[in-house]
Structure formats: structure tokens, C-alpha cells
């Protein structure tokens, strides 16, 4: 996936993406990605690629939201969703991202499998996830070590024209990025993946 690409196949799918990722299942499953986490009150949370803003409706209106994306067209679109919330949206690429703060939850909802480097996008979510915060990561992964199958294989060729990438691996985007799973399952007829994970501690990070 490259992201100049990318920017303008999403100029032309913005108008269609919810018609295909709003429908009831996607948004079923989104609501059982957010189920798995807390979010309290004071709390901030950082959507990375935060698309047309579909996961504002699992949200917690208490919550003070930064909602980060490539695609201008997909953001404005994501701007009439906020209603009176505080919900701060920014185009921003993912790999290069830059914030004055950190984020007690980080969410990367549909992104590694879109971002032409997954692998720098986690590791800047690391970055600015305060200590002891959460990630939860919902995406298409296959299963790690294992070769996709020869429908997945056809399948990709078609979803890799609108963007996606659905044979990514992610302990190979995940490597020794000092990551840890608390939570892994399928959903969505074994198609996606919820993770709930924390960044991994050593002794000499942990604050006095």
C-alpha cells in the first residue's frame, strides 16, 4: 500500500465508505472491539485513521477525542459526525505523526492493514500512549507463520486496489516492539481480528 496512492483512491471512496463498513456487522463488530476496553471519564483517546469517524457512536461522550487521518475527503465527512462533542480532528499522516501529548487510550481501527509501513505506525502509537495506557487494534490479520490461503491470496488482489492489505501478519508488524497482548480473538466470521494490548515495561521504565 502506498499513502500517495492511497490519498486518492480514498478521495474516490470516501462517498462510499460507509454504504460498505456502516452496514450492521461492521458496526457490530466495532461495538464488541470497544466493549473489550474502558474508557473513564478524563480519560483521552487517539483514533488513528480515524476514516468518517464510524467509531464516534461507541464513544463515551465524556471522553476527549483526537481523531488523526490521511484523507482530507474521509475527514470532512468524519467533521459532521461530531455533533457537540469534543472531538478534535487532524490531517495527519500515521507514520510520521507528531503530538505535544500522550493518549490514555489508542485506538487502530482498519489502519495497519491500510498504511504502506504498519510497523511505524505502531511504533509511534507506542510513543505517545501514556503509561500503563491501552491499544486496541481491530483489522484483517492472518494467522502468524502461516501462508494465506489461495482464496485469501485472490481476495487480497482486489481489496489491495481500494487500499487494503488483508494478508499482514501482525507479530511480524509487531517484531520486538516492546508490545503486550492482553486480549486476541476473531470476529467476524474469522475475517478480523480484536486485540487489546499494552506497551511491555522493564523494570527501569516504570515511574518513581
Known amino acids: 500500500m502506498k499513502n500517495s496512492t492511497n490519498v486518492t483512491k480514498y478521495k474516490v471512496l470516501a462517498p462510499l465508505y460507509d454504504m460498505f463498513m456502516g452496514n450492521r456487522l461492521f458496526r457490530k463488530a466495532r461495538q464488541q472491539a470497544f466493549s473489550e476496553i474502558r474508557i473513564n471519564r478524563g480519560d483521552s483517546l487517539l483514533l488513528v485513521g480515524v476514516g468518517t469517524g464510524e467509531d464516534f457512536a461507541f464513544l463515551p461522550h465524556h471522553a476527549s477525542i483526537t481523531g488523526i487521518d490521511l484523507s482530507h475527503d474521509m475527514l470532512k465527512i468524519a467533521e459532521t459526525k461530531k455533533g457537540h462533542r469534543d472531538i478534535?480532528?487532524?490531517?495527519?499522516?500515521?507514520?510520521?505523526?507528531?503530538?505535544?501529548?500522550?493518549?490514555?487510550?489508542?485506538?487502530?481501527?482498519?489502519?495497519?492493514?491500510?498504511?504502506?509501513?504498519?510497523?511505524?505506525?505502531?511504533?509511534?502509537s507506542l510513543k505517545y500512549l501514556e503509561y500503563g495506557g491501552t491499544l486496541l487494534i481491530f483489522d484483517k490479520f492472518v494467522e502468524s507463520n502461516k501462508k494465506p490461503n489461495l482464496l485469501r491470496r485472490g481476495l487480497n488482489i482486489v481489496t489491495s486496489v481500494v487500499g487494503t492489505d488483508i494478508n499482514r501478519d501482525f507479530n511480524a508488524i509487531k517484531n520486538d516492539l516492546p508490545i503486550e497482548i492482553h486480549k486476541q480473538y476473531h470476529t467476524v466470521y474469522g475475517l478480523y481480528t480484536i486485540i487489546v494490548a499494552r506497551e511491555k515495561y522493564?523494570?527501569?521504565?516504570?515511574?518513581e
Do not use: C, G, R, Y
Open 202 to 207: 522493564t523494570t527501569n521504565d516504570i515511574p
Open 88 to 124: 478534535n480532528l487532524l490531517q495527519m499522516n500515521a507514520e510520521t505523526m507528531v503530538f505535544n501529548q500522550k493518549f490514555n487510550v489508542i485506538v487502530l481501527n482498519l489502519i495497519l492493514s491500510v498504511v504502506e509501513h504498519p510497523e511505524k505506525v505502531l511504533e509511534k
